[in-house]
Nanobody, 121 residues
Framework: QVQLVESGGGLVQPGGSLRLSCTASGTIFSINAMAWYRQAPGKERELVARITEGTSTNYADSVKGRFTISRDIAKNTVYLQMISLKPEDTAVYYC???????????????WGQGTQVTVSS
């Protein structure tokens, strides 16, 4: 079994900051890319930021310059530092990871349960 557990969401005022964390646990041989997605009410889930095992990153245009994704490979953890938050950042944020559970198996995508981020005054 593999679990991804997110933390760090909450209510913040516009212009504020939050830091999300996601840790993968269970039977894990290796983790390739890790990413954060978000889904606002009535909208499709969208990619927010992604980081490879080699720590290359890419971001949605809407968050460039405000969000920073990073990872601690030894801890199987990915972070999302969010600053200058806007009401349109309000969504459920999901962690995603491409995980190989055993050397001989292919990678599969795993998802966390989601954490709510609400930006409101």
């Amino acid at each position: 079994q593999v679990q991804l557990v997110e933390s760090g969401g909450g209510l913040v005022q516009p212009g504020g900051s939050l830091r999300l964390s996601c840790t993968a646990s269970g039977t894990i041989f290796s983790i390739n890319a890790m990413a954060w997605y978000r889904q606002a009410p009535g909208k499709e889930r969208e990619l927010v930021a992604r980081i490879t095992e080699g720590t290359s990153t890419n971001y949605a245009d809407s968050v460039k310059g405000r969000f920073t994704i990073s990872r601690d490979i030894a801890k199987n953890t990915v972070y999302l530092q969010m600053i200058s938050l806007k009401p349109e950042d309000t969504a459920v944020y999901y962690c995603n990871a491409l995980i190989k559970r055993y050397r001989i198996l292919p990678e599969y995508p795993y998802w966390g349960q989601g954490t709510q981020v609400t930006v409101s005054s």
